[in-house]
C-alpha cells in the first residue's frame, strides 16, 4: 500500500510548491509526508491531495487530503468510513492530525506513538429506530426477493440483518449498530450495485437478530453481503464496515464472548484485506486476551459470499 521512494520525493515536491508549506513547523510537514507516503494513488487535487482510501476496497481514489494553516490535517472518505477508522488504517494516530506539539517548556517528551487506546463508542444522535421501522415496512417480498436473487442468499438470511427498502431513494438499506448493538446508521445499496450511507450515519457493525449463540463459532465478516452468505448456510456470523475498521465496536460487543472468534478477509491482488484483517484480528486478541484467527477463502474466490455461493455451503 505505502508509496515507493520515488513517489514519496514527488511528495515532498509538491509540498514544497505549496504557499501553505511556508507557515508551517516542519514538524507538520513531517507528518502530512508520512501520512500521503502511506496511501496509494496519491494525487494533488486543488488545494489539497487525493488517494485511495485505505480503510476500504479502493481502485479509484475517493479519499481527500489536507492541511490547514492551524496545522491540522483532515481526511475525508466520499465513501463513507469514519476518520478515525482512516487515520488508523493509514497506520498514523489520531493525535498526528492534530498540532500536538509540546511546550519548549517540558522538559521530558511524552511519546509520540501510543498504542491500542480503549474503546469506546460515540454517541447515537438520531432516532434511527424509527427509521429503520419504516424501512422494513417498505421491505416488501418482492424487493427482498430481487436482493436475495442478486446476491445468491435467502430471503431470511436478508430479514435477518434488517434489510429494509427505501421508496424515495429506490435503493435497499442495511442498517449498522455499534457495540451496544443500537442503531448508528444504514448503508445504501442500489440496484446498479453502487454503496453510500445515508447522511449522518456512523459506520457499524452488520448484526443478525440471532447472532448471540455461543455454542457456535462466530465468524466477523467483511459487509453486510458476506454475513447474509453466512447466514443462508447456516453460519453465525456478524459484520465489519470494511478492512480493518470497526475495532472500537467490536472490542465492546465482544469483551465477554466465549466462543471462538474468527476474522474472515476478502482475497484482493495485494493482500490489502487479509492485512487489514490481521491487524484487527491481533488488536481484538489484545483487548479480548484470546486468539482471534484470520483466514481466507481460497485464492480464486475473491470474497467469502462468492465461495459459499459457488461451492452450495
Not at 500536538?100 to 463508542?121: E, Y
Not at 453466512?230 to 456470523?237: D, H, L, N, V, Y
Request: proline fraction near 5%; charged fraction near 25%.
Amino acid at each position: 500500500m505505502k508509496s515507493t521512494p520515488s513517489q514519496i520525493e514527488n511528495i515532498i515536491h509538491q509540498l514544497q510548491r505549496k504557499h501553505i508549506a511556508k507557515k508551517l513547523p516542519m514538524t507538520r510537514i513531517n507528518t502530512l509526508t508520512e501520512l500521503l507516503g502511506n496511501l496509494d494513488k496519491v494525487s494533488e487535487s486543488g488545494d489539497g491531495w487525493s488517494s485511495c482510501c485505505p480503510n476500504h476496497p479502493d481502485s479509484d481514489p475517493s479519499l481527500s487530503v489536507d492541511i490547514k494553516l492551524d496545522g491540522r490535517i483532515m481526511v475525508y472518505c466520499h465513501r463513507g468510513c469514519e476518520f478515525e477508522d482512516i487515520v488508523r488504517s493509514a497506520g498514523m494516530l489520531i493525535s498526528d492530525m492534530f498540532d500536538t506539539a509540546p511546550s519548549t517548556r517540558s522538559a521530558v517528551l511524552p511519546p509520540r506513538r501510543i498504542k491500542d487506546l480503549a474503546p469506546r463508542i460515540k454517541p447515537v444522535t438520531r432516532c434511527w429506530d424509527v427509521m429503520q421501522e419504516q424501512f422494513q415496512n417498505q421491505a416488501d417480498a418482492q424487493s427482498l426477493g430481487q436482493l436475495a436473487e442478486q446476491l445468491s442468499v435467502t430471503v431470511e438470511s436478508l430479514r435477518s440483518i434488517g434489510v429494509g427498502w427505501c421508496h424515495r431513494q429506490n435503493c435497499w438499506t442495511f442498517p449498522e449498530r455499534n457495540g451496544e448493538q443500537k442503531i448508528c446508521g444504514f448503508m445504501r445499496r442500489y440496484t446498479d450495485g453502487k454503496k453510500l450511507t445515508l447522511q449522518g450515519s456512523q459506520r457499524g457493525l452488520t448484526l443478525p437478530t440471532d447472532w448471540n449463540q455461543p455454542d457456535q463459532r462466530l465468524h466477523i465478516c467483511e459487509g453486510a453481503s458476506d454475513v447474509a452468505a453466512a447466514i443462508s448456510c447456516g453460519w453465525r456470523a456478524i459484520g465489519r464496515p470494511a478492512l480493518g475498521s470497526g475495532f472500537d465496536n467490536l472490542a465492546i460487543l465482544l469483551k465477554d464472548e466465549p466462543a471462538q472468534i474468527v476474522m474472515v478477509a476478502d482475497n484482493d491482488s495485494e493482500g490489502v484485506g487479509r492485512a487489514g484483517a490481521e491487524k484487527l484480528a491481533q488488536r481484538l486478541s489484545n483487548v479480548l486476551q484470546k486468539t482471534v484467527q484470520t483466514k481466507t477463502p481460497p485464492k480464486q474466490y475473491k470474497d467469502l459470499r462468492e465461495y459459499l455461493t459457488e461451492n452450495n455451503q
